[in-house]
């Protein structure tokens, strides 16, 4: 009876050892969201910074990671952003935020409101296009004015005043998602939320940098199994960085969620006996910027393609509280299937919809090359991206044990 409770206890403890640990995946979360990592875009070697934490975590499992290196182009926003509306300044990512192909900016310029096609009004137009004024920026009212005849004057700005056309001023009731480029164009726009749309003075102070050939890296970590086929989980790890020295995106729910899922599955797999098939932990740098991570590890992948059994891509798991989407799914019939009926047995989410083929995350280039991959993403009610409030303290991950469950239980069966 002693040794059938101690076998009890063993077989308790084991099963605990070996399940997921959300308390481990909030830690990465909040690390990741941390400004010490200045949004893990380029800016201040955020990338750098989160790819070396995440190496050094999985050489605590034993895992040896392989950084890959490959050179991007990206323009980054380190040093000044900063606009006065007359005399009150306004909060990067709060405030405003910035067309991402922007150039550096150092300018004071008065606002001409545009809201009717009156004489006067296109009197004063007519001005300041044929006086050649650069100092007076033209604000189009499209509530009041159809789009059609603003293209027309914009043209028409562009025809006869360049460097009027050198700065877009947009008054926007919600800021867009803030972007990352990899290039830099010889313009620069700004959106400025509603509430500020009656200055009639606005000061400048914004920097761009183009970097090029800027080096960053993939990180690959093996777990070998009996046979050299592999499954493989990714995801990436970077984001769109900063804006100015003093805002930053922290990428909550794109992506640092989704690296805390492929942490601990690999955290959970390294601990386990020798698997059938082999593992791979991918994490991905460059997504932001054009899926350029993935795409350089394609053309250079550690082992052979043709030797991936399956690729599940885990990319935005801010929500779930809806379900999960296989992209993919309605290709892959098979796959998706399987993972139907692991659901159906165990209940781990709400529902799971399949939709086709979509270059929007890095499964893309390896489905291209014929690996069967899918891509996974949730649905619910968080909305947060790419924006200062997208923060790991916001973010619900409602149903994180059950997607952590319905990957591990898709690789093992």
Known sequence: MKKIFILLIISFYNLNLYSQDIKYAHNILDSLCSNNYYGRGYSFDGDKIACYYLANELKSFNLKPILQPFNVSVNVFDNNADIFLEEQ???????????????SLNKT??????????????????????????????????????????????????????EISKLSINFVKKLPPQGIASKQERYSEFYI????????KLNINFDAQLKFSYITNNIIAIKKGEVDTFQVVTAHYDHVGTLGKNCYFPGAHDNASRCAMVMDLAKYFSK??????????????????????????????????????????????????????????????????????INKTNNYVPQILSRGEAANSDHYYFYKKGVKSMYIYTMGQYKEYHNINDKSENIPMPIYDGIFNLVKDFITE
Not at 193 to 200: A, E, H, S, T, V
């Open 193 to 200: 939320l509603n509430k500020y749309n009656n200055g009639k």
């Open 109 to 162: 310029v008065k606002l001409f409101y545009l809201n009717s096609i009156s004489k006067s009004n296109l009197k004063k137009l007519s001005k300041i296009l044929t006086t050649k004024d650069s100092n007076t920026t033209i604000i189009f009212d499209t509530t009041n004015i159809d789009k059609d005849i603003i293209n027309k004057y914009y043209n028409e700005i562009q025809k006869h005043n360049k």
């Open 89 to 103: 300044k306004l909060i990067a990512g709060k405030d405003f935020n910035v067309n991402p192909i922007s150039q």
């Open 272 to 341: 386990l006996p020798k698997t059938h098939y082999s593992l791979a932990f991918i994490l991905f740098s460059g997504e932001e910027l054009g899926l350029l991570g993935s795409y350089n590890y394609v053309r250079k992948p550690i082992f052979p393609l043709e030797k991936i059994k399956n690729l599940i891509n885990l990319d935005m798991l801010g929500s779930g509280d809806e379900g999960i989407m296989i992209v993919n799914g309605s290709v892959l019939k098979e796959e998706f299937s399987k993972f139907q009926n």
